[in-house]
């Protein structure tokens, strides 16, 4: 968790994410992503949501 704090306050201070994120929240979005992104058909949108434009 401690590395996962840190490269999360290199990003918030270069201004590429949000400062009220918490490590636990960054958990979350990634088991969501997984769950719905387990079937082969569903890779395309798993990859539109990590990919940043």
């Known amino acids: 968790m401690h590395a996962l704090s840190t ?5 918030a201070s270069a201004g ?4 009220d994120i ?3 929240d ?3 979005a990634l088991e ?6 387990a079937r082969p058909d569903q ?4 990859e ?3 990919t940043s434009p």
């Open 22 to 24: 918490r490590p636990t």
């Open 26 to 28: 960054i958990g979350a």
């Open 43 to 46: 890779r395309q949108q798993a």
């Open 48 to 50: 539109r949501l990590l």
């Open 7 to 11: 490269l999360m306050g290199a990003c």
């Open 16 to 19: 590429a994410i949000r400062t």
């Open 32 to 37: 969501g992503i997984a769950l719905t992104s």
